[in-house]
């Protein structure tokens, strides 16, 4: 839903901003637009080391605690134990569960045939696919190259931009702060940020549930050409809210389901404005920490840990295909800025969908599913159920991703890859969850069709 294309998604926008529905990349999380840009040369090496670049050097958020002197450091270490304690302790869990064992070689043959199948149909340079069934086993195998100039393999140790899989990460933030009584889901934008269009009206719900009503910026002329013509350039929030303040409204409040970036720009301006800290710091410390995420961060900018898969994008003036490796992200930072790997992408699938962080009445009206114009399809706070998998899509210039959660089955699959060039109006990211639960899960097939609007 994150997806970058805005010239692809946009033109079908302004005929009809209603359902650009969700287009594959649309309702269901699949990038902004090229809000995911990774973070170059963060940390360059591996082990410990590497984890301790991508957790602590990556802006104010983290350079934040070492500010505090050795006690606020001792604090800080006494909980990375606590919590990497916690994370043996689930690990150790899903070995119980027999996740330690692979999937049988019959159905690992099924598989490994699917996704070559559709990586030749696709063109995808590479993808790693993770899929995690308990009592029956795991499946984890990257194919392809993650840099076509070098010929690097994609393997599973890799960096990669999630793009609107961010969402889930704003959303969990807000729902968080509804937690601590110090925001309501229906309470006004305008009682935390003024000059919205109709904040008045609009609600924090209505934006978690993409039913503002507002204008998405992604899908201005203006905001495309400039993003096209200079992708390194950085963007503040209040520069992209603008480009869709410039118009009117869609519909009104509530009423229908428009995928849209703007609505999270909001939202994460409402977790600082309400937290006093930078979103980034608010999500380090209340998301990834306490869900054992050791790979995961919110870049401020252009920057990417290594090792880090070559993305590749056609989303550009000329339609010629380019790496984007390096385009800044900040286009769609709280919809699309963050960067993480396979491995804490299935931790933090099941943590999403069964609403570990946060109260059991929370996650429940996250978990509201509302129809979003697809058969089989419903969206709820910054998260989605299609065909009974819980979680959301990432997509942009240059990555797409997919994290999700079969809550009958407790069954976790995970797909990312380098490139979001279309097929057929599909994202790459829908085709290889469709091959992979024709498989595993043929009463609960994965798939987001093309929209007809």
């Not at 594959?24 to 809000?35: D, F, N």
Request: proline share 7%; net charge negative; aromatic share 8%.
């Amino acid at each position: 839903m994150t997806r970058a294309l805005p010239h692809r998604r946009n033109t079908r926008a302004r005929r009809g901003l209603v359902v650009t529905a969700i287009a594959v990349a649309g309702l269901i999380p699949v990038a902004a637009t090229p809000a995911n840009a990774a973070v170059p040369g963060v940390a360059a090496t591996h082990g410990h080391g590497h984890r301790h670049g991508a957790d602590h050097e990556h802006g104010r958020a983290r350079a934040h605690h070492h500010e505090h002197g050795h006690g606020h450091r001792h604090d800080h270490a006494r909980g990375d134990e606590q919590r990497e304690d916690r994370r043996q302790d689930a690990d150790a869990a899903a070995d119980a569960d027999g996740l330690s064992a692979e999937l049988s070689p019959e159905v690992a043959a099924k598989l490994d045939a699917a996704i070559k199948e559709t990586m030749a149909r696709t063109g995808v340079p590479g993808v790693t696919v993770g899929l995690w069934l308990p009592g029956k086993g795991h499946y984890l195998r990257s194919f392809g190259v993650a840099d076509k100039k070098t010929g690097a393999p994609m393997t599973d140790d890799l960096f990669m931009r999630i793009g609107s899989v961010t969402k889930t990460f704003t959303a969990t933030a807000v729902l968080e702060l509804v937690d601590d009584g110090l925001v309501g889901l229906d309470d006004p934008i305008s009682k935390y940020i003024a000059g919205v269009p109709d904040g008045d009206r609009i609600t924090v719900r209505n934006l978690a549930e993409m039913r503002s009503g507002l204008f998405p910026y992604s899908a201005d002329p203006d905001f495309i050409k400039a993003l096209e013509s200079n992708p390194t350039r950085p963007f503040t929030p209040d520069e992209l809210l603008a480009y869709g303040y410039k118009h009117p409204n869609v519909a009104p409040p509530g009423t229908q389901f428009l995928y849209n970036n703007s609505n999270y720009i909001l939202l994460g301006l409402l977790v600082e404005k309400v937290s006093g800290i930078s979103l980034e710091e608010f999500i380090q410390d209340r998301v990834i920490d306490p869900s054992c995420l050791r790979h995961t961060l919110f870049p401020e900018g252009a920057e990417f840990p290594d090792p880090h898969a070559h993305g590749y994008t056609n989303q550009t003036l000329d339609g010629a295909t380019v790496d984007a490796t390096d385009w800044n992200p900040s286009w769609g930072w709280a919809a699309g800025a963050m960067i993480s790997d396979v491995h804490d992408l299935r931790r933090w699938a099941k943590d999403l969908a069964t609403g570990t962080l946060l109260s059991p009445e929370t996650q429940a009206e996250r978990t509201k599913f509302l129809g979003a114009g697809i058969p089989g399809a419903g969206y709820g706070l910054g998260l989605f159920d299609v065909q009974g998998w819980i979680g959301h899509n990432g997509s942009l210039p240059g990555y797409e991703s997919l994290v999700l959660y079969l809550p009958e089955q407790d069954a976790t699959l995970v797909v990312v890859l380098n490139t979001d060039i279309l097929t057929d109006g599909h994202e790459p990211s829908t085709l290889f969850g469709q091959a992979v639960t024709k498989i595993v899960t043929p009463d609960n097939v994965y798939f987001l069709p093309t929209p007809t609007k």
